[in-house]
């Protein structure tokens, strides 16, 4: 019989028995020798009763994030292991091993650079300031020879460095229209060869105006190029000089410890990888199952131990509905009776009630995490239990 209708049964019988003692005194007196079946006092305090489950503190399916081939099984059933011992491992690590040792080696020459670029500051600071003396040395030489150019000198040779190329261009087009009249003659016509002459000519002396008004142009740019570029220069020296006046340049330190930061995520990267190759106790705890063997091959994900906490244990339920929820708090007094040891009491209280409701069997339920006061060596992991929920202590 389900454990929650006895339960009313008995309250029903009980009563039923005080009406019958209220009927009168005749009747009082002819049933005053019948006393009521005894109840336990555990179960006469009692709110609700609820099925429950035997559970560890704490449990963890474990598993491989990579697959691979298991090369040893370090801990067999029931072992008691501390958190960080190796349980088993996956062999094929060399490759990961050589990411690791290159990872390592790419932080130490990061961090040597940094090192380098905080060990040098003072004598890159005392080069910027000559590197900057330099400059502004180019710098007002440069500006001399700006200041020195003839600006109008240099737009009348323009002028008439243009107007040559025109001339020589219209030259050359009188010359080439010329030529068209004999070119289909032979080479050796006379008439043909003067005007072949006469084209290449004018061709030269277009090409030359040409030349000669490049080169007035790019005195022009050159001189003003060689002032820009001074500028830029000392604009630069000035900015690095100040950036190392006090420690290393703050962009190549930027740059420096960019590099460093990058390679250290590498290391942790590389390295989180060849440590997923171990399965690792997550805290102190009992193996609790090994499906695994050394050799076998296992896919990602796959559960290859399943781990436990058992140093205390709780009885777990979702045999509450939402109208028994409603008169369960934490710290509440529970009295627990394992199905399999029915002459045991156990003290427990609630430590926990789920916010977040479980369906079943058309009822909305709420899990509800009951921690045990009290241990015996006969408890195991899953056992069903009567879980009395009494009234909360004073």
């Known amino acids: 019989m389900n454990t929650k209708k006895l339960f009313g049964l008995m309250s029903l019988f009980l009563a039923t028995g005080f009406i019958l ?17 005894p109840v336990s006092s555990s179960v006469g305090s009692a709110l609700v009763i609820a099925e429950g489950r035997i559970v560890p503190r704490d449990s963890a399916n474990l598993f491989f994030l990579n697959g691979g081939k298991v090369d040893e099984v370090l801990v067999k059933e029931g072992d008691s292991v501390a958190k960080g011992t190796v349980l088993t491992r ?57 200041d020195d150019f003839d ?21 050359l087009d009188d010359a080439r229209d010329e030529f068209n009249k004999y070119a289909s003659l032979d080479k050796n016509n006379t008439n043909r060869k003067s005007a072949k002459t006469a084209l290449d000519n004018a061709q030269t002396k277009y090409d030359d105006a040409l030349s000669k008004q490049s080169d007035i142009e790019n005195k ?61 106790a997550p805290y102190d705890g009992v193996v609790a199952r090994v499906d695994v063997s050394e050799g076998e091959e296992v896919n990602p994900g796959q559960v290859v131990m ?37 002459n045991l009491e156990l003290k427990g209280s609630v430590e926990s009630i789920a916010n977040v409701f479980i369906e079943k ?16 060596p006969r408890l195991k992991w899953g056992m069903t239990t009567e879980t009395r929920f009494t009234e909360p202590s004073k």
Do not use: H
């Open 21 to 37: 003692s209220a009927c009168g005194s005749s009747t009082a007196e002819a049933t005053q020798n019948v006393q009521p079946t």
């Open 90 to 146: 996956l062999g094929d690590r060399d490759a990961f091993l050589a990411n690791v040792a290159a990872a390592q080696a790419e932080v130490t020459s990061a961090q040597q650079a940094l090192n380098d670029l905080n060990r040098t500051a003072g004598l890159a600071y005392n080069q910027s300031v000559l590197d900057e003396i330099s400059a502004e040395k180019a710098y007002y030489e440069a500006l001399k020879a700006w």
């Open 151 to 171: 600006q109008n000198q240099y737009d009348n040779d323009l002028d008439q460095a243009k107007a040559d190329v025109a001339d020589a261009k219209k030259a």
């Open 220 to 280: 022009y740019r050159k001189v003003k190029s060689d002032l820009d570029l001074a500028q830029a220069r000392l604009d630069e020296a000035r900015r690095t000089r100040e950036n190392r006046k006090e420690g290393a340049d703050k962009d190549e330190l930027a740059l420096a410890q960019a590099r460093l930061d990058a390679a250290n995520a590498r290391l942790r990267a590389a390295q989180t990888a060849l440590d997923n190759l171990d399965i690792v």
């Open 306 to 342: 399943v781990f436990a906490d058992t140093s205390e244990w709780f009885v777990e339920t979702t045999d509450l509905t939402e109208n028994e929820i409603v008169n369960i708090r934490e710290g509440m007094k529970v009295v627990v009776v394992p199905d399999a040891l029915p």
């Open 361 to 376: 069997a058309g009822d909305i339920t709420y899990r509800v995490r009951v921690k045990l006061e009290d241990v015996d």
